[in-house]
Every structure is written in C-alpha cells, then in structure tokens.
C-alpha cells in the first residue's frame, strides 16, 4: 500500500505524479508546435503577399494569382486550425499541471486522482504525434530511460520542430 494513501489498487503516487509530469511535458510541447505553426503560416502569408504585389508591379498576372490563391489557402488552414487560440489553451492547461506538480508532493494520491481528472476534464489540444516524445522526455527526466519508447521517424520529426 502506499504511502500516501489507503488505496489498494496497484497504482502509487509516483507514479501519479510521473502522469503529472507527463501531462505538463505534453502540453508544452503541443504548445510550443502549435506557435511555431502560426508563425510558419503568418509568414508565408507575408512572403506571398509581398510576391503578390511583385507580380502585379512586375506586370506577371500568374505569379500574382498563384501567390493569391496560396494565401486564401493558407489563410484558410489558418482560420480554421487556429494554432495561436490552442497554443494558449495549451499553455493554459500547462500551468495547471504546473501549479499541480507544485502541490502533489503534499496531496494524498486520492485527491491527486481527483485534481489530475478534473483537468484532464478540459478538452485541449492534442496531437497525437507527440504524445511518445513526450512520454519519452519524462522519462529521462526522471531518470527511467529503460522505459523509453521506440519513436517513429514522424514521431522524431515532430519532437525536434517541437
């Protein structure tokens, strides 16, 4: 039995605090992708629309229309994917796992279930390529690479633009 509580079931409180620390990690992650992604996409819009003008001054008619319908549709994935919106909620959610690993140490693993499941009551961002970099970061951060997962190449491909 645990220390931290008279629970009989095989879960401890590391290894509720470790859920913590891997919820925290994966909303940072997610996070920080999704702002880097806003700023991928406002900054070809910017480029486009500077080719745009280029080619309307240029007096080439296709290079300004190609340049005006790659904006409308990288616009258009911007409008409606919003990363900046879900890197905030991300960010958001990252500090409530945040302030929670700052008190765990002091809760009993009941409440602690209890706090971890009204958070993970919130609907965040995910994404799903993230999830096993995450994972595998908690993992070296406590000192347990042996539980390391293998990673995909899109799986390592998203960790390091993360």
């Keep these: 039995m645990d220390k931290h509580s008279n629970r009989t079931d095989p ?12 919820a925290n990690r994966l909303m940072l992650i997610t996070g920080r ?50 990363p900046a919106i879900k890197a905030h ?19 009993e693993l009941n409440e602690l279930d209890k706090r971890i499941a ?9 994404i799903d390529l993230l999830r096993v970099p995450a994972y595998n970061q908690v993992m070296l951060e406590i000192s347990r690479s042996e539980y390391q997962l293998p990673e995909s190449r899109w799986q390592r491909f998203m960790s390091a633009i993360s």
Excluded: N
């Excluded at 070809?44 to 280029?54: I, Y």
């Excluded at 007096?59 to 258009?76: E, F, M, N």
């Excluded at 009204?118 to 995910?126: D, G, H």
């Design 89 to 107: 909620i991300c960010e958001q959610q990252r500090k409530q796992w945040a302030a929670l690993l700052g008190v765990a140490s002091e809760l």
């Design 33 to 82: 992708f999704l702002r880097r992604m806003d700023k991928v996409l406002t900054g070809a819009q910017l480029l486009l629309g500077t080719a745009a003008v280029g080619g309307l001054i240029a007096t080439k008619p296709t290079l300004a229309t190609v340049a005006g319908v790659l904006i409308a549709v990288l616009s258009l994935v911007q409008i409606l994917w919003e």
């Design 11 to 22: 879960r401890s409180h590391y290894e509720a605090v470790t859920d913590v620390k891997y």
């Design 118 to 126: 009204a958070i993970r009551a919130e609907t965040t961002p995910e």
